[in-house]
Nanobody, 124 residues
Framework: DVQLVESGGGSVQAGGSLRLSCAASGYTVRTGYMAWFRQAPGKEREGVAAIDTAGAPTYTYAVAGRFTISQDNAKNTMALQMNSLKPEDTAMYYC???????????????????WGRGTQVTVS
């Protein structure tokens, strides 16, 4: 079974930074498509950042220039470095994995077969 476990969430003041990590088991991160999604109360889950099998990152407009996605193949982990955090970044952040993502649909949650339980990020 694939298991994804997020860590690194917490509370931070606006302008601060956090680094999220996603540890994978039963799945090799470098062989698939990985992404971070987030969901705020009362809102739909939205994509934040994704990384393909070649290590190429993609970001949504809301976080481009502030967030950086990366993966460590040796540790089989994925990370999200979040800088210049804003109150609107407050949400539960989820790690997701997909074997394949249709071009242009990287922000469609239905493309991903495995999800972590999430880690809370609160920016005040």
């Amino acid at each position: 079974d694939v298991q994804l476990v997020e860590s690194g969430g917490g509370s931070v003041q606006a302008g601060g930074s956090l680094r999220l990590s996603c540890a994978a088991s039963g799945y090799t991160v470098r062989t698939g498509y990985m992404a971070w999604f987030r969901q705020a109360p009362g809102k739909e889950r939205e994509g934040v950042a994704a990384i393909d099998t070649a290590g190429a990152p993609t970001y949504t407009y809301a976080v481009a220039g502030r967030f950086t996605i990366s993966q460590d193949n040796a540790k089989n982990t994925m990370a999200l470095q979040m800088n210049s955090l804003k109150p609107e970044d407050t949400a539960m952040y989820y790690c997701a994995a997909a074997s394949f993502v249709v071009a242009g649909r990287e922000w469609d949650p239905r493309q991903y077969h495995s999800w972590g339980r999430g880690t809370q990020v609160t920016v005040s």
